[in-house]
Structures are given as structure tokens and as C-alpha cells.
């Protein structure tokens, strides 16, 4: 796995959870997405009913989690928690509604990968609070209504355009993540270093901040590996020294880009002119499947605007040149 993999893994969880802030206060970044989710929160509290459905999109490691816990602990609720992928069928879906209690939140991570028919019952469930059981099979089979206390359901998705327009409609607040500021990223650390007893500079945590690629998960990782390296072969203390040497170990560089990153603007540049030039002829160069360029590596650099897509393929940016520290020929594609 990458080092600026947003995803998460194991290790990942494990420290993820004694890390998540508590309160819509203590959750740094994401002013919009914060206030809005205030209004919406202060104003059920004060009506003493469930709030509106609640939609979180945004790519993975920028707090969708985090926020679907925040809001069960606004609103004094229980939180259950599963995911789309995990109901697979339409009696998956009821045996968790039917058990849900009256006020609780339920968090559906990647909501866009639901079974069609789970999808269907969740629409009457958030609609009328109600689920209808199907008993028996073929001409024979009946529907039995069952009726549900209300209940909040918090989805989140990567994904907000695959949603079917049915299942959008059905949230009456959706909240846009988008990728954090080296600032906000850098205040997420202090605090971060302090629950974890390390001591760090301020510049040491705006090292890490600068090469998290927008994204608070990455951060606490690269946090652990300086912790780490400060540890065995400095002071103990995190400080840009630390930071550095560390992120240079795991090869990731000034700007956030890995070695996968590199080598395909590397490819790009050196051995294409700049492009354009095929994704598969450029995988083939950097010797990865087209698949893992295209998912992997191009999102970001994509994003950072050090490559282009073209209609006749893959072009590099100046800034790409910029960044390995060449010269664009003259007649640079991008
Ligand atoms: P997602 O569900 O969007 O993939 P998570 O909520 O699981 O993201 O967040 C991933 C990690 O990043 C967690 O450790 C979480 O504590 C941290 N994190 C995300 N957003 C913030 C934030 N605004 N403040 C502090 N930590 C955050």
C-alpha cells in the first residue's frame, strides 16, 4: 500500500479512532459543510426531532466518518454504522432498520455501491418510515408493513454523481467535502501530536501538512512515520529536520507526489517530449497496468494540474516540468 494512499487501512483504524474529534466545534476545516451542519443540527435539537437526512460526499480520507459520528454526538443519539457493500440484499437492509431505535443515527458509508433492492427499501424507509416485508415467494407472496421510529440516516459517498436521483432526493442535506488547506491540515496535527504525547515544532508539522495532499488521513500517517523517525535516529522531538529526512525515506516528496507520481511525470516528460501520449504506452513505460496509473496516480496529479488529459492522450503540464526540475521543449503539448 501507498504511504498517500487515502484510503484506509488496519494500522490506520486503529489510531483513527482515539484521533476523531468529538464536536462540530473541535472539527477543524470545512467552514461551509461546518456551519451549514450546525443549523441544521441546532435547529432539530431545538424541535426535538431528527434532523433532515444527512448526505456527506467527498473522496475518501477527508472526514465523512468523522462527521457521522460528530453528528450522533450533537445530537445525544446512538450511531450504527455499516456500509453498502456490506448489504448485499434487501433483508440485510431490514434486519437493520427494523432494530434501529427512535432518534438513532445510521451511517451508511459508500452508499453508491448498495444492492438495487436494499436501495429501493432504504427510499421508503427515509421517505414514511416504513419497510415492507415480503413474506413467501412467486404469486403467493405478500408485503407486510413495518413501521420504523424515525431515525436519521447519515450516507456518505466518493461518489455523490452515481447516486440514483431518487436516493439524492431523499436527503434533505448534502455536504460537500473538499480537500483541506496546508493550515487547516496543520492545526489538525497540533492537536493530533498532542493526544499522542509527541512533541513537535511547528515547522516539523508544517512539513507534513505541505505533503499531505489535501487530506487529513494521509496526515496522521506521515505523522506516525516522523514520530517514528524522530524516535529512532533524532531527538525524539518532531521537527522539520525530522520531518524531512523521514518523508524523504518514504519517498514522498515537497509536493506530497510518491514515487508512482514522479515516474509517470518522469516517463512523461523524458521519454515523451511532454506528450501526449497514450495512457497504456505510458503505463507500459513506468511499467504498471493502465488501471493503476489511471486510478492510482492520476486523481492527484490530475487535480495539482501537473498533468493533463487530452482528447489524444496524456500531456504535462508546466508546472510537471516545473517540479522535476527541466525545461519544457518549445512546442510543449500542455
Ligand atoms: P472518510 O470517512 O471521509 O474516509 P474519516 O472520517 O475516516 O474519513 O477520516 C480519516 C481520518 O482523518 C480520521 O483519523 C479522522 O480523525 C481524520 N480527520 C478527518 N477530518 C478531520 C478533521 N476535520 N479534523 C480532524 N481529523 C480529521
Not at 501526449?276 to 493502465?290: H, K, Q
Request: charged share 25%; aromatic share 4%.
Amino acid at each position: 500500500a501507498r504511504i498517500v494512499d487515502p484510503g484506509g487501512d488496519t494500522e490506520d483504524r486503529r489510531f483513527e479512532a482515539a484521533l476523531r474529534p468529538r464536536k462540530l466545534a473541535d472539527f477543524p476545516g470545512q467552514p461551509r459543510v461546518r456551519d451549514q451542519l450546525s443549523l441544521v443540527l441546532e435547529a432539530a435539537k431545538r424541535r426535538a426531532a431528527p434532523p433532515d437526512h444527512v448526505l456527506l460526499s467527498g473522496p475518501p480520507g477527508l472526514g465523512k466518518t468523522s462527521l457521522a459520528m460528530i453528528i450522533a454526538a450533537e445530537l445525544e443519539q446512538p450511531i450504527r454504522i455499516t456500509s453498502g457493500p456490506a448489504i448485499q440484499h434487501a433483508g440485510d437492509l431490514a434486519a437493520v432498520l427494523s432494530s434501529l431505535a427512535e432518534g438513532e443515527v445510521l451511517f451508511l458509508d459508500e452508499i453508491h455501491r448498495m444492492a438495487r433492492p436494499a436501495e429501493e427499501m432504504l427510499y421508503l424507509a427515509m421517505e414514511d418510515f416504513r419497510v415492507d416485508i415480503i413474506v413467501g415467494k412467486g404469486p403467493g407472496a405478500t408485503a407486510i408493513p413495518l413501521e420504523l421510529p424515525p431515525f436519521t440516516v447519515v450516507g456518505a459517498t466518493t461518489r455523490a454523481g452515481l447516486l440514483p436521483a431518487p436516493l439524492r432526493d431523499r436527503f434533505g442535506f448534502t455536504g460537500h467535502l473538499d480537500f483541506y488547506t496546508p493550515e487547516d491540515l496543520a492545526q489538525i496535527l497540533t492537536r493530533n501530536a498532542t493526544l499522542l504525547g509527541i512533541d513537535a515544532t511547528e515547522q516539523g508539522i508544517e512539513e507534513i501538512a505541505g505533503r499531505s495532499r489535501g487530506t487529513p488521513r494521509i496526515a496522521n500517517r506521515l505523522l506516525r512515520r516522523v514520530r517514528d523517525y524522530a524516535q529512532v535516529h533524532g531527538s525524539g522531538i518532531l521537527d522539520q529536520g525530522a520531518a524531512r529526512a523521514a518523508l524523504s525515506l518514504f519517498d514522498v516528496d515537497d509536493r506530497g507526489l510518491d514515487r508512482l507520481d514522479r515516474a509517470v511525470l518522469e516517463a512523461l516528460c523524458r521519454r515523451f517530449g511532454g506528450g501526449p501520449v497514450g495512457l497504456s504506452t505510458l503505463a507500459v513505460a513506468v511499467g504498471e497496468e493502465s488501471d493503476t496509473v489511471e486510478t492510482v496516480a492520476e486523481p492527484y496529479l490530475v487535480r495539482e494540474g501537473y498533468l493533463v488529459r487530452t482528447p489524444r492522450g496524456r500531456a504535462a503540464s508546466p508546472l510537471a516540468w516545473q517540479h522535476l526540475g527541466l525545461t519544457p521543449p518549445v512546442n510543449a503539448v500542455a
